[in-house]
């Protein structure tokens, strides 16, 4: 009992040390001035972003900065450098901005509402700092994902995905697009606040197309982060090493 209650103990300590590493990445602006933003600090660089309260998708969650910091942190397991990139629901920007700071080439996606403020921040933010310029374009996920993005020509190293799961009707969708850009070579990188039933039913539909292992567990945060691929990649990985 004592070891169970030292383990609970040490694992509760150091969520909350990661959860404090994460969040101290954000700071506020001094000085207040004539146009509101939020600071992070990424890649050892000041990154200003403006949010938009009159929009649910132009707020910054903490799972953005969850996968950021895992990013920046796993640097030489996950290299971006050169990397063909998307991130689904790029909100505010700052995942496609850190991204892009370590590398990556981005293709941002989100709603066209959101685009106005999200091509703002990823401009202003990566203009001569980074080695390839974000590419900001709309995705509403599951309608004409297959001609705007063809499997043939649009192949992805990496799908980020932060805080895109929560309860709204396009969950299937969702699904829809992420089974379509996920090819036979490409990872999921997705950070996930649990808030309701609708979260945890998601992530037991996902385990029906993907493998998924989880890399972060922050019960401080309500967050988790996934490392996803394709179930018939994983097959064909093990028929190999059994040949």
Known sequence: MEDSNTQEEAGAAEDAELAKAIMSRNFRPSVIGPESWEGYVFSDMEIRIKESTDLYG????????VLCH??????????LTD?????LGAGTGLVTIVSSLLGAKVTSTDLPDLLG???????????GRCKYTPLVTELIWGQDVEQRFPRATHCFDYILAADVVYAHPYLE?????FDHLCQENTEILWAMRFRLDPENSFVDRFRQRFQLEELYNLPSLSIK???AWRKDRRTKDQGEAAA
Do not use: C, G, H, I
Not at 70 to 79: A, M, Q
Not at 83 to 87: A, L, R, S, T, W
Not at 117 to 127: E, S
Not at 173 to 177: G, S
């Open 83 to 87: 990397k063909n990139v998307m991130e």
């Open 173 to 177: 969708e969702l699904m829809d697009t």
């Open 117 to 127: 403020n999200l091509q703002y921040n990823v401009m202003r933010n990566t203009k």
């Open 58 to 65: 132009a707020v910054l969650w903490p799972s953005a900065m």
């Open 70 to 79: 895992f990013l920046e942190t796993n640097r030489d397991k996950y290299n």
């Open 225 to 227: 982060l996934y490392r």
